[in-house]
């Protein structure tokens, strides 16, 4: 079975540009997650989808982090524009239910 | 108060020893609890779930769970080198598939 696929592995921005990354989960798993971990602290859910439709973005910083997951497959997260506290490895996961794969993460920094 | 405490450490074994790492939750209503694993660098993966009062083992892993008490513990038997890593708790909040992670505890075995 394929794992979680993310690219890129990874991304060095300078604050106030925008980023994008993007995630294919394990095929069949129809809930689909964007963690942030940021250095020496658990990852925190920024976002949770089902299928297409969001479940909860509850903790994701709306006026500058934007998620979508078209057709229910893939998904992308975007930053604009990043700030230096943004710097941090971004982890996507999928599960058909708990507990969850996670891909190997996208480790953004920005300057 | 923190949803999920977990002593950061880092907690240091001799090679062979039982390592111990405790976890205590907020919520009341979770029923479903994990242990990851996280090697530097590297993305979590999971190593046990445990869902019921008591204990469940898995090879060299024990948890334990008290939900009375709202506390976690995984115990590793025999602790390798190998073993040298952060271990993060997990509860799923609610019931939802939202996963909220602790900081994690950092595990030195020592040869």
């Known amino acids: 079975e394929a794992g979680v696929a993310q690219s890129p592995r990874y991304k060095i921005i300078e604050k106030r540009q925008s980023v994008a990354f993007w995630c294919n989960p394990i095929?069949?798993?129809?809930?689909l997650y964007w963690y942030q971990q940021i250095l020496g602290q658990g990852p925190k859910l920024l976002i949770q989808f089902q299928n297409n439709g969001v479940v909860d973005d509850s903790q994701l910083p709306k006026d500058r982090f934007s998620a979508e997951r078209l057709k229910g497959v893939d998904s992308t997260l975007k930053i604009q524009p990043a700030k230096l506290e943004d710097s941090a490895v971004y982890l996507c996961a999928s599960s058909l239910e708990p507990p969850k794969v996670f891909g190997p993460g996208t480790r953004l920094t920005v300057l | 108060q923190k949803e999920v405490e977990q002593n950061s450490g880092p907690l240091s074994v001799p090679e062979g020893a039982i390592a111990s790492l405790n976890c205590t939750y907020s919520d009341r209503g979770s029923q479903s609890f994990f242990w990851y694993r996280q090697y530097s660098g590297k993305s979590p993966e999971l190593i046990m779930s445990?869902?019921?009062?008591g204990d469940k083992e898995d090879g060299r892993f024990t948890a334990q769970l008290n939900k009375a008490s709202q506390y976690v513990s995984l115990l590793i038997r025999d602790s390798q080198p190998s073993d040298s890593a952060t271990y993060l708790c997990a509860f799923d909040s609610s019931n939802t598939g939202k996963l909220i992670f602790g900081q994690g505890t950092t595990l030195q075995v020592k040869p």
């Open positions: 095929s069949g798993h129809a809930t």
């Open positions: 445990i869902y019921s009062n």
